[in-house]
């Protein structure tokens, strides 16, 4: 995909930092990759099946968009990419347990990230555990991060805490599969994408800003950026389940449809979708008009998240 040439205020108009978001992806990718191998149960170990399955699915692709956001947003603020590997790291491992109990027959899928689901591989039991094994240790990676002083470290704690737990990604799971086969009204369904989908982007986002030592200005407008950015990824999730390709996406289509779930293409319609989620790169991108180029990256990945195909 082509780069994302940013313009910044403070560049003067000029050309700022040329950031490719595939590239930084990838860079994001190898990074938390490199950090997950060191931190997961060892290959062999004491419990062989369980670090098996645990890395199965931790290690085994997805676009790592959480990761980049927190590294991004420790960027942002000025701060180091590696301050945020921890939040980047533990964000993930959320992300993963919640994509293997997602995919469970009791709620979902067969395919994911082009791969059979960890139950299909691993049987449900050991895919429950499983999920249970990274959401547990994605805390401790958090708790023990010695490079980012104690009050960050509780700040961000509570902030994957709550976007993990009941007003977060549990809760809007719950209302997401209350709400199958009812009208929703778009309030209910922004409810529901701001819990089930938004609320790690947010965390991914507040942490790595948090742990770079965000001011309360940055860190209000970076929130702003992320609920932007996190709805549009919903929308676009959505379009893809309707027109995507299974072989760039890595998991079925059409799932929405048949469990007659309310989505924004199904209540708006493609067009009016496209055009709400490209309203929404743009609200994102405004949201942080008054960094400089070190937000390029975010910037990057806002657009990136727009116009995905995968
Ligand atoms: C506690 C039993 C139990 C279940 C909870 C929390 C949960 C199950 C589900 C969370 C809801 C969920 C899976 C939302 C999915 C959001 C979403 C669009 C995921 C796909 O994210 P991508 O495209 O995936 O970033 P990759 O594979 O690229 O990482």
Redesign the pocket.
Known sequence: MAADRALSPSSGGAPARVVDAEGYLREAAALVECYLDRVLPAPGGHIPRLAEAVRYSALGG??R?RPALALGAAEACGGARDVALPVAAAVEMI?TY??I??DLPAMDDDFR?GRPTSHKVFGEALAILAGDALLTQAFEVLAADGAVPPERRTAIVREVAAAGGPAG??G??VADLEGEGRDLTLPELEFIHAR??GALILASVRGGAIAAGASAARLGALSEYARRTGLCF?IV?DLLDVEGDPAATGKGTGRDSTKRKATFPAIFGIDASRQRAAELVEEALAAIADFGPEADPLRALARFVGRRDR
């Open positions: 997805g676009k968009l992300h919640s994509l109990h997602d990230r990604l549990v809007g799971q089930k989908t919903q999730d």
